[in-house]
C-alpha cells in the first residue's frame, strides 16, 4: 500500500482507515493514527531572566525549513503579561520581549515558526521567562472623586404642596364612609 501525502497534511495527525472484504469470513477494520512530520525543525531556547520594567533583547530563532525554500516562514512569540517585537523571519532572527508594566514572577512563552503557504506545517518550542521584582510596589492611581448630583435648593412641594396632602386625606376619609 501506498499514500501520497500532501502539503496541507504536514505537521497534521492524519486517520488512516483500512477495510477488506474477505469472503467466506467477517470484514475486517483497522484504523491507524499518523503523526506526519512537519518539515520545519525547531532548536529549544533555554529559559530566560529579565528584570521588572525591562526589555529582554537579542533571542535567536534558529530552526530548519525542508521544503527547500519553496515559501516562507513567520515567526510569532505568545505569552502571558509580555509583549514581543519580532525581527525578521528566517532561521537567526531574533525577537525582544517586554514584560507588562509592573509584572513579576513566571510566564511561559511560545515561540512557533509556521509556514506562509502551509501554516499547519509548523514547529514550535517554549521556554519559562522569569521576571525579577524590582522591589518597588507599584502607585495605586487616586480614587476618583463621586460627582454629586446637584441638589435643588428647596424640596417642598412648593404652595400647593400642602393643598395636594390634604386632597389625599379626604380621598382616603371618603372611601371610609362608604359602608355597604
Sequence with gaps: MQAEVTDEA???????TLAGDIEGIANAHAEQMISVASNIIMSAISDKMVDENTTLE?????????DGG???NTITVTGDNITAVVHGHTSGSTFDITPVT???GETMVTVTVADNLF??????????????SDGVEPTSPAPEQPIEPETPKSDSGGSLGFLSLLALAGFG????RKTH
Design 173 to 176: 376619609l371618603g372611601r371610609r
Design 70 to 72: 519553496v515559501s516562507a
Design 102 to 104: 509592573d509584572f513579576w
Design 10 to 16: 504536514l505537521g497534521v495527525n492524519q486517520t488512516v
Design 119 to 132: 501554516p499547519n506545517d509548523m514547529s514550535s518550542t517554549t521556554f519559562m521567562l522569569t521576571v525579577n
Design 58 to 66: 537579542g533571542i535567536v530563532v534558529n530552526y530548519a525549513d525542508n
